[in-house]
């Protein structure tokens, strides 16, 4: 992981819109008084889910100013963890998980059929800059690997094919069923159970 | 107290003291690079590994409480093993550069690797590159070269009081910056370079100049504003390469201002070198017995009382005493006066006009008022003391005027004179805080003294303290905050004249009632010029000379001996590290030399003289005043006004710093934040 690039086009201004700002007034109340600069993280990711999941300066600055603290503070939080993007990703930011259990069920696979549709490298914009691909440490669905995820949805038991499809979907706009693709519900064993055969709710 | 081992000697140490503290009590010294006394413990570094019995692992002194029965050792194969695997680490990504890096030679890290460090590196991977950081024309960045122990970030944020310095990334990819590289907006930003354990962060304007074990080091006091900070000079030859500061627990702690530190190349620039008089308007070099001469013929000419002096804001005590001397014995009259405005005096005992509660004094006071006074300007040191009281003790502070980011909240009142009479009568709330808190402190500035009501507001504050039992043998809350380096001394020596506090001399001189008017280091001075004869006495070429009809060269304040006097009254001796350039002589030497050809015999045989004769002086005056017994003052008329605080141009606001080029760009640098409206 290299230092994350601030982006060189930035925002003149940022503010949330009405919906966020109900929502990070109620994340301010989950704090003790005084100790409203914690929600600092929430804050973010909800500017995040607002600017098409990257932060502009703009919008650490009203951060800064909505929870009085100084500048340098924002910023440094929002450089320290990865999830926090601060150039744009497009509107529908896609993480292929490349960890263990992923690679040696074919995330390589998924990383393919990314290059051909979105875009040759990683961080990178497609054309028409709505979407872009990156990989990621484990998202912590081992058991329907390999898997990838789509701004909040986890897409699971993919493979080339299903995977180049449900990005053709995305390009074009559809918002595909996130899930299983291999039929299963959730994480339930496939074809027939081998244990725990005498508990019936299992 | 807590009994404890360190290396097998029985040592016995306060409570609340850390292992680190715990070893120094008992006189053993431990590596360290992130902990600094004054400030916040981070424990990133790692160097200062001790080892304790019955922890299996080495533990980071600096963070570990001592606790009872402790044992420490510091010195087996174990600690030394853990601190060189640390020096390795440091070491990974430091570019091997000392001969070119200006921290060479007094470098922490470059000192403790001759103890810890191994002679070859395991490494075969390249060493990280960092791009260098802008932070201001003070600050020269070379941030491949930081080894993260975030000292720098924590005097930004907790004694400067600017949170602009942060650590963005994280692992190897983690850089000290300030936000978006903007240059750091404090008047203290410049002792990061002396908290910097390596050369990362290094002095712009030193950048290259020289070695520290090539420079002759002279312990000294600063002139730059009134609190007196304790110095060191170095020189190199006759140029003042550097100034650093020099612990004083009681005045500076161990940091010092700015312009304290970076004015010193003011005295590289427009210095007078030589005698100078005027004929028809144009200055021509002149000896120095031609240019005194010309005086002595033009004191002869001229009615004694008709002669007036003007003494200024860097003058040290001994040439104050002289001149004073001068114009007694050789001239018989006493027209000098040390203030350039009508600011208020009452000089009836030593406590009306020194800051009697002491710079340590604040740090216990639970209640602050500044009357027009905006310290962070006026004295840079004194108000990171308050920044200091406000987070040890979370007091109130109140102000009287909005004068901008202290570094501090505070609660702001109109700025009209009315506010204090109304808190004085008990109309307004703070009135019951003054009065219910212990240790109260009030803080007149130098532009209360010089609005019109300055006199009502001196003596009702000061009747109003004294009448609910603030001044008192144990605590003084009335404090006054001197403009200038030689302010308290002038007021000490009596280097005025004055009926009610008024400044006559300084009215004749506006109405033109004299023929000649002596200026010693006087720049300061708003008259319009008619038909007198100026004598200008100075060190640098600036609004005084402009006028002056003969000039006479001085010394600077690093270039002779000399007293000078703090806010709160306590004497410091400045020593010479340097001598007058050129034709320059000390100052009290042009007096004496002077005084010879008009009188026909010195005024003093030799310094040792003068100094005694000072001193003699000084402790019959202090004797004196504290003797007698200040005096009710009536006749007070109050005007109702709005207060102005004196706009203070902090880096230009000396003939020294206003022939600086650092003070300049520093200058600029605060009107391009300002301009762009990023102050926040």
């Known amino acids: 992981m290299s230092l994350k690039k601030i982006s060189k086009e930035q925002p003149e201004q940022f503010k949330f819109n009405e919906k966020n700002c109900e929502i990070a007034k109620k994340i301010l109340s989950n704090y003790p008084e005084g100790k409203q600069q914690s929600a600092v993280m929430p804050l973010l990711y909800l500017v995040q889910e607002q600017n098409e999941n990257w932060i502009p300066l703009a919008a650490m600055k009203y951060i800064a100013k909505f929870l009085n603290m100084p500048y340098i503070k924002v910023y440094e939080v929002a450089t320290f963890y990865s999830m926090y993007n601060l150039s744009p990703v497009g509107k529908n930011f896609i993480q292929v998980c490349t960890t263990t259990p992923c690679m040696i069920r074919g995330a390589h696979k998924i990383v393919e059929a990314c290059k051909e549709k979105i875009s040759k490298n990683e961080n990178e914009l497609s054309e028409d800059k709505k979407c872009s691909w990156v990989e990621v440490e484990c998202l912590g669905a081992c058991v329907n690997a390999p898997m990838m995820q789509i701004n909040k949805d986890y897409y699971e038991d993919l493979d080339k094919e299903k995977t180049l499809k449900i990005l053709d979907q995305i390009l074009k706009g559809e918002s595909p069923k996130p899930g299983s693709y291999r039929g299963r519900l959730n994480s339930e064993p496939e074809n027939n159970r081998k244990t725990l055969l005498d508990i019936k709710n299992a | 107290m807590l009994k404890l081992k360190v290396n097998n000697q029985d040592v016995e140490v306060e409570e609340g003291l850390t292992v680190l503290q715990a070893c120094e009590k008992a006189g053993v010294e431990i590596p360290r690079f992130c902990y600094h006394e004054k400030l916040s413990i981070a424990g990133n570094c790692r160097m200062c590994l001790v080892e304790i019995e019955k922890s299996p692992k080495p533990v980071a002194s600096c963070a570990m409480p001592a606790t009872e029965g402790m044992n420490i050792k510091t010195n087996t194969k174990f600690v030394e093993k853990a601190r060189k695997g640390v020096m390795e680490f440091l070491l990974a990504n430091h570019p091997l550069d000392c001969p070119v890096c200006d921290q060479g030679g007094e470098c922490d890290l470059q000192d403790q690797s001759m103890f810890y460090g191994v002679d070859k590196s395991r490494y075969k991977e390249n060493k990280r590159f960092v791009p260098e950081k802008y932070m201001g024309p003070l600050i020269k960045t070379q941030m491949t070269r930081c080894i993260h122990c975030t000292r720098c970030i924590r005097f930004a944020t907790e004694i400067a009081g600017v949170s602009e310095l942060g650590a963005i990334g994280r692992g ?196 602050i008022f500044l009357v027009g006074s905006n310290p962070r300007f006026e004295a840079t040191m004194l108000n990171a003391r308050i920044r200091k009281a406000y987070l040890k003790n979370k007091l109130k502070i109140v102000s009287l005027n909005n004068v901008g980011d202290l570094t501090y909240p505070y609660e702001c009142l109109n700025g009209k004179t009315e506010d204090i009479k109304n808190i004085l009568e008990g109309k307004n709330s703070i009135s019951k805080d003054i009065i219910n808190s212990k240790k109260p402190i009030i803080i007149l500035g130098q532009s209360i003294l010089s609005c019109n009501s300055g006199k009502y507001i001196f003596e009702t504050i000061k009747s109003f303290l004294k009448k609910n039992g603030k001044i008192n043998s144990e605590w003084n809350a009335f404090n006054i905050i001197s403009e200038n380096a030689s302010t308290v001394g002038s007021i000490d020596l009596g280097i005025f004249q004055t009926v009610d506090g008024s400044n006559n001399t300084l009215s004749k001189l506006e109405n033109n009632k004299f023929e000649i008017v002596f200026l010693l280091g006087q720049d300061s001075l708003n008259f319009k010029k008619k038909n007198e004869f100026i004598i200008y006495q100075g060190s640098h070429g600036d609004k005084g000379a402009e006028i002056a009809d003969i000039i006479l060269p001085g010394a600077a304040y690093t270039e002779q001996n000399g007293f000078f006097t703090n806010l709160e009254g306590k004497l410091q001796k400045a020593f010479k590290a340097s001598y007058p350039p050129g034709e320059a002589k000390e100052d009290w030497k042009i007096i004496n030399d002077l005084a010879e050809s008009i009188i026909g015999k010195k005024l003093f045989k030799d310094k040792e003289e003068l100094d005694s004769s000072l001193l003699n002086y000084l402790n019959l005056e202090n004797e004196k005043k504290s003797s007698r017994k200040d005096s009710v003052v009536d006749n007070l008329v109050f005007n109702n006004e709005q207060i102005k605080l004196n706009n203070i141009d902090y880096y230009y606001s000396n003939v020294i710093a206003r022939s600086s080029k650092t003070m300049f760009n520093c200058r600029n640098e605060k009107f391009k934040l300002k301009s762009t409206g990023t102050e926040g």
Not at chain 2, 233 to 239: K, L, Q
Not at chain 2, 285 to 297: G, V
């Open chain 2, 172 to 367: 190897e990819n983690m850089q000290i910056t300030t936000y978006l590289e903007k240059s750091m907006e404090s008047e203290l930003s410049a002792n990061v370079v002396d908290l910097c354990p390596v050369g990362a962060l290094t002095s712009k304007p030193y950048v290259f100049e020289a070695r520290p074990w090539e420079l002759k080091k002279t312990e000294s006091i600063d002139v730059m504003d009134a609190v007196g900070s304790n110095i060191r000079i170095d020189t190199y030859g006759w140029e003042v390469k550097r100034i650093l500061p020099r612990i004083n627990e009681d005045i500076n702690e161990e940091w010092i201002s700015d312009k304290t530190r970076y004015a010193r190349d003011g005295l590289l620039n427009q210095r007078l070198d030589t005698p100078f008089v005027k004929y028809n308007n144009k200055f021509d070099k002149a000896s120095w017995r031609e240019a005194i001469n010309i005086i002595k013929e033009r004191i002869k000419e001229t009615d004694k009382d008709k002669i007036c002096g003007f003494t200024g804001d860097l003058v040290n005590m001994e040439t104050l005493y002289i001149f004073k001397e001068f114009f007694n014995k050789c001239l018989n009259s006493n027209n000098i006066d040390f203030r350039n405005s009508h600011s208020y005096l009452n000089s009836e005992i030593r406590e009306n006009y020194l800051f009697n509660s002491g710079i340590n004094g604040i740090e216990e006071s639970d209640f």
